[in-house]
């Protein structure tokens, strides 16, 4: 029997799991608030804390995106489409569970997973206006953002998106590079 070719070393190994004693001061109040909203610390945040404004930073937009005036469906379907478009496994598995204790129908999760047409024609013009932004740079499109408007969106929420695209990017681009493993509580959302 061959032997099986080694697998090559990911990027994770250069950004081991930190708890709240173990990461940079400047985290540790983060950390810790994770581990108490959550119950556990996930390893992105664990991970995230190598770069303690990083994480800060993704924590404070979150905030700031989940007080827009976007409902949290809208918001969820902002962060699912771009998680799957950029392949971040954990971040789809955590959205999915959040996703799932708002009670989003199961084919909504399923279309938004498999970057499939929404079968909510409002949530869909959602999908389609993230997918136009990242498309064009932010250089949408007329026709595009009339789409958007047409469903009883606003100029404003329409550059509350594209707050969702930038918060969300960073997650998923900053958790691809840590290569962020996916926590046992996420698993059955995987």
Known sequence: MPAS?????TTGAHFPDLTPETAPPAAR?????????FGYLPSAAARLAHAPQLLDGFLKLTAIFDSTELDP??????????A???GCHVCTAMHTAVLTRLAAAPDLITALRTQQPLPD???E?????VHAVLDHTGAVPEPDLAALLAHGFTPRNALEIVLGIGTYTLS???????DAPLDPQLAPYA
């Open 84 to 86: 799957t478009r950029n």
């Open 125 to 129: 013009a959602v999908r389609t206006f």
């Open 29 to 37: 109040r983060q950390l810790e608030q994770i581990t108490r909203n």
């Open 121 to 123: 024609a409002r949530l």
């Open 73 to 82: 469906l809208v918001r969820e379907t902002v962060v699912l489409t771009l």
């Open 172 to 178: 998923t681009f900053a958790n691809r590079l840590v």
């Open 5 to 9: 070719a080694p697998t090559a070393p």
